[in-house]
């Protein structure tokens, strides 16, 4: 079964400074992983997605996130956050177990506060 | 614009009283999942549905169960609440089963119980 770490649960930025939020997954096969973000009291929002090809794949409100095999990493970037940018994000590995059904994994989540 | 849609937004209900929350679609995908989401915790897959066929996780508890009348609708009911499942439920839906497919949440529905 797939899984997903997400090793820091509160990260601290200041506006205008540049942002890397950690993800490690763990799964036999190549994986499909997911950003998502979450405001408070609100649903998901995809911010990007990995399949295949390129390893650096860019999503929606200037983030960026690269897959690195070798250290099983999906680490999202962004060169200069917003206030606005203060949320909750999600890494998700999502599965296709050969004609199996599954949802997504998600890891336990990343709050993202911005300081003035 | 196509979406998914979540009623209520927010629903209390008493200890031991069946409660059911709702989702629909307008994107026609052929999945609809519902997720419990805790406190503090990532969401977590409860079932979903492919078209009519339904796929129970392992260790959703008796509790919960779903019906699917339709592509549009899914219901999520819990028949008699605990205190331990005040959280907020997601519905997110997407075309296919295969793993890259994205998923697209609805808002959430927050349940309390009282």
């Known amino acids: 079964a797939q899984s997903v770490t997400q090793p820091d649960i509160h990260i601290t930025v200041s506006e205008g400074a540049s942002l890397e939020l950690r993800c490690n997954y763990s799964y036999g096969a190549t994986p499909y992983l997911f950003w998502y973000v979450q405001s408070p009291g609100q649903g998901l929002q995809l911010l990007l997605k990995y399949f295949s090809g390129d390893t650096l794949v860019q999503g929606i409100k200037g983030f960026e996130a690269e897959f690195k095999r070798s250290q099983s990493s999906f680490n999202l970037r962004k060169p200069s956050v917003h206030w606005s940018d203060a949320a909750e994000y999600f890494c998700a590995v999502g599965a296709w177990e050969g004609g199996g059904a599954d949802g997504l994994t998600f890891g336990k989540g990343t709050h993202l506060i911005i300081q003035p | 614009d196509a979406m998914v849609i979540q009623n209520p937004r927010y629903q209390v209900t008493q200890f031991g009283k069946p409660v059911t929350l709702s989702c629909s679609q307008t994107?026609?995908?052929?999945?609809m999942y519902w997720y419990q989401q805790k406190s503090s915790q990532a969401p977590k897959l409860l079932f979903h549905y492919y078209d009519k066929d339904f796929n129970n996780e392992a260790d959703t508890p008796d509790n919960f169960q779903s019906r699917r009348p339709n592509t549009s609708f899914c219901f999520l009911d819990i028949r008699s609440p605990g205190l331990g499942d005040a959280a907020m439920y997601l519905c997110?839906?997407?075309?296919?089963?295969?793993?890259?497919?994205?998923?697209?949440f609805g808002p959430g529905t927050r349940l309390t119980v009282l």
């Open positions: 997110a839906t997407s075309r296919d089963l295969r793993g890259g497919n994205e998923q697209f």
């Open positions: 994107l026609n995908h052929n999945v």
